[in-house]
């Protein structure tokens, strides 16, 4: 592996260059921007590599970037990836353009340099390198590059059924991972579910004079009273049978946190957000309990009305609110969409109007899974340190349609840092961080052929 990561040294300005080129192509899955402009550029990436690659259209939605490199033993690492990326709103808060990849104090900024472009070129780098140092792979590689990941996936189960030979690997690498904010490498074994909703109030059939409000209807209260009955004081969701089917963690993953809790500062993580504490003043095991293991309600946006600067005294006629509920097991997004409708019925909303947006299940695989030993090997070797291991993320993804279905063990691992600022403005990583991502992979892949 020597040869390898020196090759990596070597040509880590080639390899920032690469993924300078794929962020300054926009790719806003929201919007409907760049999509396929950018599944072509990731096409011709992925050739670069010496990866054969394919686009494979979606019947309305985002094209799937298939690719595959042949290796020495008949074994199948899958990389999950995704080209989309988050709109970059507030633009007047980017101290330089989104998508320009400016490089600043030995970071590169750019929206979905983080997520998840980093990771994607990352991988493709350690292909390049270990075919060019060493001739060839140890096992074949897989890729899954989809256009949507940042709206809910939403037409990833049909390629998934589709195409179901493509996705078949004993083992996956998934799209995130980072370092916290103690310079930990995370690794990540799971991810969350997702019900995200669209909830509707409708009034009069215009906007009117407030002055009218003795009489009239006003729907962003009627939203705002809806929203109420959802969460209590407690932080308890009230929707009826919300909670029936949550899995406690096992005793196995209770002590893997707390493993993890003595390398983490509780502390500096609510200062970092601007918080005197956290929600219910949890810390410790407690809060990586509450935080990897419990579900969520929350209220991402509402729209109603003016709220420009100044007054404007109007009686809306309209009001919306965006609220997402994330998952743990064994809760599935179809019976809570389903008990949230029966939910505003019960309570007298009937009429507010729920639209679903995203739909995903949650995902998990066990602590010690052999792929779980490998990357967190790789990640000793290469960053000379331990690895922190959850057993979940907060956060959310498809693996449960992709690789969990199916029973292929899944490691989440990245190249973002604590700050990376993803979906946020000015959202950066750093060089260093990129290069030793891409030595990870390269590791990995080492390790996982039965290199030692």
């Not at 353009?97 to 983080?114: C, E």
């Not at 109603?304 to 997402?324: E, I, N």
């Amino acid at each position: 592996m020597d040869r390898v990561l020196q090759y990596i040294d070597a040509h880590q300005d080639e390899y920032v260059d690469v993924l300078r080129r794929l962020c300054r192509q926009p790719s806003i899955a929201a919007q409907g921007i760049g999509l396929s402009e950018t599944a072509e550029k990731v096409e011709g990436l992925m050739a670069e590599a010496g990866v054969s690659p394919r686009i494979i259209p979606v019947e309305g939605g985002a094209p799937v970037v298939y690719g595959e490199m042949r290796g020495k033993i008949p074994r199948t690492l899958l990389f999950y990836n995704h080209y989309d990326v988050q709109p970059p709103d507030p633009l007047e808060e980017w101290t330089s353009d989104p998508f320009s990849a400016d490089i600043r104090d030995g970071k590169i900024y750019a929206r979905g340099v983080a997520d998840n472009k980093g990771n994607l070129v990352a991988r493709l780098c350690a292909l390049d390198a270990m075919v060019h140092a060493q001739g060839e792979l140890p096992v074949t590689a897989r890729f899954i590059v989809e256009g949507e990941e940042e709206i809910g996936s939403v037409h990833l189960p049909r390629f998934v059924q589709e195409h179901r030979d493509l996705v078949a690997a004993d083992a996956c690498i998934w799209e995130a991972g980072y370092r916290d904010l103690q310079e930990n490498i995370v690794l990540s074994l799971g991810v969350k579910g997702i019900c995200y909703v669209e909830l509707e109030a409708r009034g009069a059939n215009r906007d009117l004079h407030s002055s009218v409000a003795t009489i009239v209807p006003n729907p962003a209260w009627r939203l705002v009273w809806a929203l109420s009955t959802f969460k209590d004081r407690n932080e308890r969701v009230m929707i009826a049978g919300f909670y029936d089917d949550v899995v406690e963690p096992s005793d196995d993953e209770m002590d893997q946190l707390r493993r993890i809790a003595p390398y983490r500062d509780d502390g500096a993580q609510h200062r970092d957000y601007g918080l005197d504490r956290f929600l219910l003043g949890v810390s410790g095991i407690e809060l990586l309990k509450r935080n990897l293991f419990q579900p969520t309600c929350t209220i991402c946006g509402i729209t109603s009305g003016y709220g420009g600067p100044g007054s404007k005294t109007v009686l809306p006629h309209r009001a919306v609110a965006k609220v997402d509920f994330r998952l743990v097991p064994n809760q599935r997004s179809e019976e809570i969409f389903t008990k949230v409708k029966a939910h505003l019925a019960q309570h007298g909303f009937a009429d507010i109007a729920v639209r679903p947006l995203g739909l995903e299940d949650p995902a998990k695989t066990p602590l010690g899974a052999e792929i779980t030993k490998v990357v967190a090997e790789g990640a000793r070797r290469i960053y000379n340190r331990e690895p922190l291991i959850y057993p979940s993320m907060a956060g959310t993804g498809p693996m449960h349609v992709l690789t969990g279905e199916r029973g292929i063990p899944t490691v989440g691992t990245g190249v973002g840092y604590a700050h990376s600022n993803n979906h946020a403005p000015n959202e950066n990583i750093r060089i260093a961080d990129f290069v030793d991502g891409i030595k990870h992979i390269a590791m990995t892949l080492h390790l996982y052929g039965g290199g030692r």
